[in-house]
């Protein structure tokens, strides 16, 4: 079975300040890909960067990058310069092409 | 960006009775959409896989008679939850697939709050 797991079910952060969220799978596939999603307050799912598997160089996306490690199946995502529309649920997800596998989210809260 | 819409955003109906939940790719064709489910403060929990003229497939666990599944265009797909119980009451959230450049994307809709009373 494909797994997700999220250890942090919550997280608080300065504005400003960095912030990594955790992330590790489970899967025998050797090619899919790997999100992290933004669920603010609306609950709109927004898309906050993706990963290849088969690329080893990491994910950025302006402020937030990956730590992607294939061997420890692990993909944290970094959020740098904190702001306070970055307060929302997080989920990381694995996809073995089309489908996707959410774990089960970490709130993070910035704070002023 | 790819959009996709969901109507209504909320609904409120009486235990027993049936209520659709449309799906819509506003500027794509999307040939596969996802069903999901998400209770307050857990995660997205797929239900089914809905593919454009053809019959949806349903994860384990899902009762495909309740919750029908019906995409007759490459816009549109719905969600029927018939015979709604108040166990029901859930937010639903669709997305639909748009393959670029050789990678596969999901598009979220907004949701739907369905209340069961």
């Known amino acids: 079975a494909q797994t997700v797991t999220q250890s942090q079910p919550e997280m608080s952060v300065q504005e400003a300040e960095t912030v990594t969220l955790s992330c590790t799978y489970d899967t025998s596939e050797n090619n899919y890909y790997l999100f992290w999603y933004k669920q603010p307050p609306s609950r709109q799912m927004i898309l906050v960067i993706r990963q290849e598997a088969y690329k080893q160089q990491n994910a950025t996306e302006n402020r937030f990058s990956v730590n992607f490690q294939k061997a420890a199946k692990s993909f944290s995502l970094k959020i740098s310069d904190s702001q306070l529309g970055d307060t929302a649920m997080y989920f990381c997800?694995?996809?073995?092409?089309?489908?996707?596998?959410f774990g089960k989210g970490t709130k993070l809260t910035v704070n002023p | 960006g790819a959009v996709v819409s969901q109507h209504p955003s909320r609904v409120i109906c009486k235990s027993g009775t049936s209520v659709k939940i449309e799906c819509r790719s506003l500027?794509?064709?999307?040939?596969?959409m996802f069903w999901y489910r998400q209770f307050p403060k857990q995660s997205l929990m797929l239900m089914a896989t809905?593919?454009?003229?053809?019959?949806?497939?349903?994860e384990q666990g899902v009762e495909k008679d309740k919750f029908l599944i019906n995409h007759a265009s490459l816009t549109l797909s719905t969600l029927t939850v018939t015979s709604a119980h108040p166990e029901d009451s859930s937010f639903y959230i669709c997305s639909a697939i748009l393959m670029t450049s050789g990678l596969y994307e999901q598009f979220f809709g907004p949701g739907t709050r369905l209340t069961v009373l």
């Open positions: 997800a694995f996809s073995p092409p089309p489908k996707l596998v």
């Open positions: 809905s593919n454009e003229g053809s019959k949806a497939t349903y």
């Open positions: 500027d794509f064709q999307a040939t596969t």
